[in-house]
Antibody, heavy 123, light 111 residues
Framework: QITLKESGPILVKPTRTLTLTCSFS??????????VGWIRQPPGKALEWLGL???????RYSPSLKNRVTITHDTFKNQVVLTMTNVDHVDTATYYC???????????????WGPGDLVTVSS | QSALTQPASMSGSPGQSITISCSGS?????????VSWYQQLPGRAPKVLIY???VRPSGTSARFSGSKSGNTASLTISGVRPEDEADYYC???????????FGTGTRVTVL
């Protein structure tokens, strides 16, 4: 059974760095075709894809974040970490991590999601 | 690469059919078969309903169906029920950045 769960701060001050951890079980992020993505949703707004880490540790990010985001994988802990620098009020959102099912780089959909972690950016 | 375009809201009476459109471009929906649809109940994480344009994962009701024509994908809810009240999002793989783009979302109301 695949499960994911996000954890991190509830409140972050502007200009600080946000670190969110996605703890997962039921799959290996070293299996070909597997990836873990981060998606966020500001209150009352639509979903926004932030980035993805693949089974081979390759990563892709949304250009809208302007190089503020980094995704890493801790193999031993079965965790994926999202780091976002220089946060602003517009980064207030529920952050989701999700298991991407696919067969290679060009494919896939998000079949399992964590419950989400609401992060508020405020001084 | 901007978000895929969906109608903001749609409504229907129980038993009716609702079709939600998702308009993209030749860089995403028009080029790839990797369109998925998600249902988001209030306060909950999204749940996949359809993937690869028209494939239902196990557990998705047969009342939900997906299709694609050109740069537009569609999700049809046949025989809509009160429990179908939710927000619905389309998503497509793209040939540029960002790699995946979501739709603007559609709120479905069952009258």
């Amino acid at each position: 059974q695949i499960t994911l769960k996000e954890s991190g701060p509830i409140l972050v001050k502007p200009t600080r760095t946000l670190t969110l951890t996605c703890s997962f079980s039921g799959f290996s992020l070293t299996t070909r075709g597997v990836a873990v993505g981060w998606i966020r949703q500001p209150p009352g707004k639509a979903l926004e894809w932030l980035g993805l880490i693949y089974w081979d540790d390759d990563k892709r990010y949304s250009p809208s974040l302007k190089n503020r985001v980094t995704i890493t994988h801790d193999t031993f802990k079965n965790q994926v970490v999202l780091t976002m620098t220089n946060v602003d009020h517009v980064d207030t959102a529920t952050y989701y991590c999700a298991h991407r099912r696919g067969f290679d780089y060009v494919s896939g959909y998000f079949d399992y999601w964590g419950p989400g972690d609401l992060v508020t950016v405020s001084s | 690469q901007s978000a895929l375009t969906q109608p903001a809201s749609m409504s229907g009476s129980p038993g009716q059919s609702i079709t939600i459109s998702c308009s993209g471009s030749t860089s995403d929906i028009g080029r790839y078969h990797f369109v998925s649809w998600y249902q988001q109940l209030p306060g909950r994480a999204p749940k996949v309903l359809i993937y690869d344009v028209s494939v239902r994962p196990s557990g998705t009701s047969a009342r939900f169906s997906g299709s694609k024509s050109g740069n537009t994908a569609s999700l049809t809810i046949s025989g809509v029920r009160p429990e179908d009240e939710a927000d619905y999002y389309c998503c497509s793989y793209t040939d540029s950045s960002p790699l995946y783009v979501f739709g603007t979302g559609t709120r479905v109301t069952v009258l």
